[in-house]
Nanobody, 122 residues
């Protein structure tokens, strides 16, 4: 079975930083596209950052220049480094994986999902 487990969320002041991690089992990150998504109550899940199997990255306009997605295939872990955090970055952050997708920011393209980790920026 595929499992994705996020960690690293928490509460931080505006302007601060957090690094989220998503460790996977039952799949090989070197062969999958991976994404980070954010959701707040009453809103749809938003693609924040994505990375393909070969390391091509994509970002939502709202986080460009502040967030960085990366992965360590040996550790089967994907990271989201979040800097210069703003209150509007708050939400439940969830990682996801799919064998291949042409758009790593589109939630509907993903097959596997973690449970999420909460980020609160005040």
């Amino acid at each position: 079975d595929v499992q994705l487990v996020e960690s690293g969320g928490g509460s931080v002041r505006a302007g601060g930083s957090l690094r989220l991690s998503c460790s996977g089992s039952g799949l090989d990150y070197s062969r999958y596209s991976l994404g980070w998504f954010r959701q707040t109550p009453g809103n749809e899940r938003e693609g924040v950052a994505g990375i393909t199997d070969v390391g091509r990255t994509s970002y939502a306009e709202s986080v460009k220049g502040r967030f960085t997605i990366s992965k360590d295939n040996a550790k089967n872990t994907v990271y989201l480094q979040m800097n210069s955090l703003k209150p509007e970055d708050s939400g439940m952050y969830t990682c996801a994986a799919v064998w291949w997708t042409s758009n790593t920011l589109l939630a509907a393209n993903y097959h596997y999902w973690g449970q999420g980790t909460q980020v609160t920026v005040s």
